[in-house]
């Protein structure tokens, strides 16, 4: 792991996050780039030079956040992009090799009924960088357990498992392996990868209606310091993320959570 992207927007967490995107990669002697995208909307009497002042101010402001922040060390990086914030994570990923993208669960929404608010929700939903979500006000430590929840034990590409297999390393983690037996299953789906099992400590099994479900009947039992889940057409954010938010009264993860993508095709 060599380069973490930390989104920012308008959320008073961003320092948090960014601080926790900091102590994250110190452990991983890694550089941290932290990015803004924005917007310029033409109205009457718009100055020529506004889109370059715009800019400027965009980055003065990611100036400021860098200076509030203990550095420990590692380079902190600015990037900025005129335009939505994933158009900018693909030209930036098109330029950058982005190992890991560490956000905030809400970086726009204020709402406290929110736990993903539309920006991380679309991050989730259309690209294929591990993320880690978070949480508002999480303060950096050792992770010691991770329970990874799946609900098809295929993995096509293993290149895909190398930030749970860094993180185990580095902190001697425990994973935890729960395999959620759906409905529609296919008996594939119940074998696990060699790849994956190797990272494991022990494997648990649950049935339920869905990989969430099962998620949330389990997490309470084993009361893991992070979540990983796969990121796939049919898996755990699958019907949450139909419109790109999720409720805090439908799921609420008071631990990092990351988001890997093996997908099953």
Known sequence: MKNILVPVGTSPNALKTLQYAVDFAADFFCDVYVMQAYTVLATMGMTSNMHEVVGKNTVYQLEELIKAVDAKGVQIKILTY????LEAIKKISEELWVD??????????IRDEVYLGKTTGSIIKQTD???LIVPEDYEHHPITSILTAFKSGIVKNRSKLVPLKEIKEKYNASVELLLVKTPGY?????VIDSG??????????AESATTFQGVLQHIQLVNPEMLCVFRRKRGFFSKLLEKNVILKRDFHCTTPLLVLSVKKY
């Open 196 to 205: 994956l099992k190797e990272l494991s400590t022990g494997v648990s099994h």
């Open 100 to 109: 890991l993208i560490v956000i905030e669960p809400k970086s726009t929404d």
């Open 186 to 190: 296919n008996e594939e789906d119940l």
């Open 129 to 131: 960088i591990p993320t």
């Open 82 to 85: 005129e335009g939505g914030v």
